[in-house]
């Protein structure tokens, strides 16, 4: 079955505890991307990767990491986290950069920082 | 910069026609996409409109106009199961075609 999945779904933790939520597609997809969502504010962008070792900045990179060591994996990271990072987090891929428009979400991991 | 336009709330009656919209502006623009969200789940994509006109996918309908940076999606026959948040996006033209979203529309199907 063609899918995105996160690990994890759910993750509390304390303010300044590095942690990292993977991503992964077993479509071979191109191009991936972190998102996102918070009440009112809609889906906002947060990296993305057009290719292995390919990564770029969203509208709100500030507090985040990311890489692509294999096409399968775009893992984020957060190094400190800061309450202000609680929100609900989608990963996405789509199959290239060009051709492409249909992108396939992640379950999401929602993210509880105190 | 992008901004895209769209109600925050809808309520429509079970087997009516509602439409949704969304105007947005943007410095280039590749495309209008729309995404279907239930509480608690993932966005889905519903549809993609590039050139102006409607695209028809079986009750769910989108058009565009880019002379007015204007589109809407049309759900007819509304069901119980169309409660939903619907958000559009636009593709910019930056290398990578990344998706903008508005803020989204939450439809509220009543009996």
């Known amino acids: 079955e063609a899918q995105v999945t996160q690990n994890p779904r759910y993750l509390i933790t304390v303010t300044g505890k590095k942690l990292t939520v993977t991503c992964s597609q077993n479509m071979n997809h191109e191009y991936m991307s972190w998102y996102r969502q918070d009440p009112g504010l809609g889906l906002r962008q947060i990296y993305y990767s057009m290719n292995v070792e390919v990564t770029d900045k969203g509208d709100v990179p500030e507090g985040y990491k990311v890489s692509r060591k294999e096409k399968r994996n775009f893992p984020l990271i957060l190094e400190s986290p800061s309450p202000n990072q609680t929100s609900l987090y989608f990963c996405a891929s789509r199959e290239g950069v060009d051709n492409s428009y249909e992108q396939y979400f992640g379950p999401g991991t929602r993210l509880t920082v105190t | 910069g992008q901004s895209l336009e769209q109600p925050s709330e809808v309520t429509a009656v079970e087997g009516a026609i509602v439409q949704i919209n969304c105007t947005y502006q943007?410095?280039?623009?590749?495309?209008l996409s729309w995404y279907q969200q239930h509480d608690g789940g993932a966005p889905t994509f519903l549809s993609y409109?590039?050139?102006?006109g409607l695209e028809e996918t079986g009750r769910f309908s989108s058009f565009l106009s880019r002379s007015d940076s204007y589109g809407y999606l049309l759900l007819q026959e509304l069901q119980m199961k169309d409660s939903a948040s619907y958000f559009c996006a636009v593709r910019n033209q930056t290398g990578a075609n990344n998706l903008f979203f508005g803020t989204g529309t939450r439809l509220t199907v009543i009996p």
């Open positions: 943007t410095s280039g623009f590749y495309g």
């Open positions: 409109n590039a050139l102006d």
